[in-house]
Nanobody, 126 residues
Framework: QVQLVESGGGLVQAGGSLRLSCAAS????????MAWFRQAPGKEREFVAV????????EYRDSVKGRFTISADNAENTVYLQMNSLKPEDTAVYYC???????????????????WGKGTLVTVSS
């Protein structure tokens, strides 16, 4: 069983930065891929970014490209999401997720994840 613990959320003004962390309790084949999702009030959970522990794979949703950076520290079993130039529309609960590599080429969506963290709230004020 893989446990994921997020931290780093908070309140920030538009244009500011935050760094989220996600610590994984173990690394197995079942969590070769780590990702961040977010869910705004009244909206569905959506993909934000994904990374493989090998760093061969990194992908972002279009609206965060150039502003967010996902990275991984293999020694610490921790994945980070550096968020710069934050906008009010980035306000959401951010969830860390983990799962196996998708060899079928399908996207890393909500249905893919085997494990979820409890989430951390990011609020961006205008």
């Amino acid at each position: 069983q893989v446990q994921l613990v997020e931290s780093g959320g908070g309140l920030v003004q538009a244009g500011g930065s935050l760094r989220l962390s996600c610590a994984a309790s173990v690394r197995t084949y079942n969590n070769d891929i780590m990702a961040w999702f977010r869910q705004a009030p009244g909206k569905e959970r959506e993909f934000v970014a994904v990374i493989s522990w090998s760093r061969v794979l990194t992908e972002y949703r279009d609206s965060v490209k150039g502003r967010f950076t996902i990275s991984a520290d293999n020694a610490e079993n921790t994945v980070y999401l550096q968020m710069n130039s934050l906008k009010p529309e980035d306000t959401a609960v951010y969830y860390c997720a983990a799962g196996p590599i998708r060899w079928d080429g399908r996207t890393y969506d909500v249905g893919w994840a085997h494990y979820w963290g409890k989430g951390t709230l990011v609020t961006v004020s205008s």
